[in-house]
């Protein structure tokens, strides 16, 4: 056997090896995809690729050699990821409106492989997961100009899943017209109240008439549908697209850095390290609602934001909603949150995330 010969032997035995080592790694592939659609993760972590692909690239030896791991590890994980997205082409995400809105383009950003399913209102798709018709839901919790998402941070305290990541949306809102229509003809809009919102001293400047609707993409589904060139729909340039309006005017909203935070929600917890978001309740007791606060910070925890809301059940009676940053699963946390039963009449912890994303 000359030198050819035995290299190719070498080759050969080296690939049969490393089929069975394929298999066996594109078999952890799909546990991950498994546990990435019950917890509602993206497939891709950035983080994690970097991390793998600097601990790989230290086991070769031969630096000639290394850049050429590094790109074949690369490749690995492409073929993984491919894989992923094959497998989870069948999750349903819930959104609350229609295609075109907000809420369908996070969906799409988060999970570009998934099935959005567009719900009435904000409890509809909620409530979605919590009856096993979708594997998560996505759905906005605070606007960087109009403030918190009520509705949505009510279900989060009523309700029975978790927030297992937070993702920043840049919000840039539209004019929508029918084809052909001038802004001297345009006597109202129609649009989300957050929506209105954001767009209020524009609205106000032209005098128009303000219209409610359950979303922006419903709002110009309806200006599509009618013939009434007075009215005019506020949203996404993709929901003008989808419902053959046109783009008069674009940027119509006050803050010029309008962004929309958004909250996956899923039946099961993912804990980790990174951030946190929480609930509790104290009682009506002087004090009670700064011990609360100290307890926190006396466990090394760094408090983000402290928010109020009405728990619907008494009047004057609040829930506060907490987002915090450190593990909360380590022992410190679970110290705190124990130290945190003793002076506050309810704690629930909503979930965990590495950190935000902005999508």
């Known amino acids: 056997m000359n030198d050819l010969e035995r ?30 659609q019950e917890r509602g993760l993206p497939i891709l972590d950035a983080a994690r690729e970097q991390e793998l692909i600097a601990k790989g690239s230290a086991r070769i ?11 074949f590890l690369q490749h690995t994980m492409d073929v993984s990821k491919a894989y992923q997205h094959r497998l989870m082409e069948g999750m349903r995400v819930a959104y609350s409106g229609a295609k075109g809105a907000f809420a369908h ?36 919790i605070e606007n960087s100009y109009n403030g918190d998402v009520g509705q949505v941070m009510d279900l989060a305290f009523l309700g029975s899943l978790y927030i297992n990541g937070i993702y920043q949306l840049q919000i840039t809102q539209n004019l929508l017209v029918l084809p052909d229509t001038q802004l001297s003809d345009i006597k109202q809009v129609i649009s989300h109240p957050q929506a209105l919102g954001q767009c209020a001293e524009y609205i106000r400047q032209h005098g128009w008439k303000q219209v409610e609707a359950v979303n922006t993409a419903v709002a110009a589904r309806q200006v599509a549908q009618g013939a009434d060139r007075s009215l005019a729909a506020i949203g996404s340039e993709e929901a003008g697209k989808q419902y053959g309006l046109q783009r008069l005017e674009g940027h119509i909203e ?51 934001a402290l928010k109020s809301r009405p728990t619907k059940n ?46």
């Open 61 to 71: 030896e031969d630096e000639a050699l290394r850049s050429y791991y590094v790109s």
């Open 105 to 140: 383009i996070a969906v799409g950003r988060i999970f570009p492989d998934a099935t959005a399913l567009g719900y009435a209102d904000f409890a509809a798709a909620y409530r979605a997961v919590e009856q096993d018709e979708c594997d998560v839901a996505v759905l906005p």
């Open 7 to 36: 290299a190719r032997k070498l080759i050969s035995e080296t690939d049969a090896q490393m089929a069975v080592l394929f298999e066996k790694r594109m078999q952890a592939a799909r546990l991950v995809a498994a546990y990435k």
């Open 254 to 304: 006050q803050s010029g850095g309008n962004t929309t935070r958004f909250a996956v929600f899923s039946r099961s917890d993912k804990p980790t390290d990174g951030r946190f978001v929480m609930t509790f309740t104290v009682s009506n007791v002087a004090g009670s609602l700064s011990r609360a606060v100290s307890v926190i910070g006396e466990h090394g925890f760094n408090l983000m």
């Open 314 to 359: 008494l009047n004057w009676d609040y829930y506060f909603f907490v987002e915090g940053e450190g593990n909360i699963h380590s022992p410190e946390g679970k110290a705190m949150l124990q130290e945190l039963n003793t002076c506050c009449s309810g704690v629930k912890v909503l979930g965990s995330f590495e950190k935000e994303t902005v999508i």
